[in-house]
């Protein structure tokens, strides 16, 4: 165990306005809708985070004793970055304009993570995902 609080993109905080752009699926207003929850989920993460330090300056530690907090995150920037890539209809020169362009540089403003892994699932691991999801959603609805 990680000892890591656990989020996705969007959060869990937006799960119930993330059907109304999942309808627009990939749209300029649903990688907006994807973007912007990337800077939410940072947020919530800022939050909890700051909250952690005031718990270890009364001294409330974790439970390994050590007042840092950890965060995996399921889906970010790069997430979001590849799939509008993975997405699109851009020819290779409209790519590399693109990528000179700095719209894939790492916003200056949004949490940067002290490490990445990326994790490529089979894609019948994938579908799977998005079936849970959709029955998870529909259930909800």
Same mark, same amino acid.
């Given at each position: 165990r990680l000892g890591a609080t656990y989020y996705t993109?969007?959060?869990?905080?937006?799960?119930?306005?993330r059907r109304c752009f999942d309808s627009f699926s990939g749209t300029p207003i649903?990688?907006?809708?994807?973007?912007?929850?990337?800077y939410i989920a940072a947020d919530e993460m800022v939050t909890e985070a700051a909250a952690a330090s005031v718990s270890a300056r009364n001294g409330e530690n974790g439970p390994d004793g050590d007042d840092r907090i950890s965060f995996v =995150?399921? &889906?970010?920037f790069h997430s979001t970055c590849a799939y509008t890539v993975g997405k699109s209809t851009f020819s290779s020169e409209e790519l590399d304009a693109l990528e000179s362009s700095g719209?894939?540089?790492w916003p200056s403003d949004l949490?940067?993570?002290?490490?990445?892994?990326?994790?490529q699932a089979a894609e019948e691991v994938r579908l799977r995902r =998005?079936? &849970?999801?959709a029955a998870l959603e529909a259930a909800e609805a």
């Amino acid at each position: 165990r990680l000892g890591a609080t656990y989020y996705t993109t969007p959060p869990q905080s937006m799960a119930k306005i993330r059907r109304c752009f999942d309808s627009f699926s990939g749209t300029p207003i649903a990688r907006a809708f994807y973007m912007a929850s990337n800077y939410i989920a940072a947020d919530e993460m800022v939050t909890e985070a700051a909250a952690a330090s005031v718990s270890a300056r009364n001294g409330e530690n974790g439970p390994d004793g050590d007042d840092r907090i950890s965060f995996v =995150v399921d &889906r970010f920037f790069h997430s979001t970055c590849a799939y509008t890539v993975g997405k699109s209809t851009f020819s290779s020169e409209e790519l590399d304009a693109l990528e000179s362009s700095g719209v894939f540089t790492w916003p200056s403003d949004l949490l940067r993570p002290d490490c990445v892994i990326v994790l490529q699932a089979a894609e019948e691991v994938r579908l799977r995902r =998005v079936e &849970r999801r959709a029955a998870l959603e529909a259930a909800e609805a």
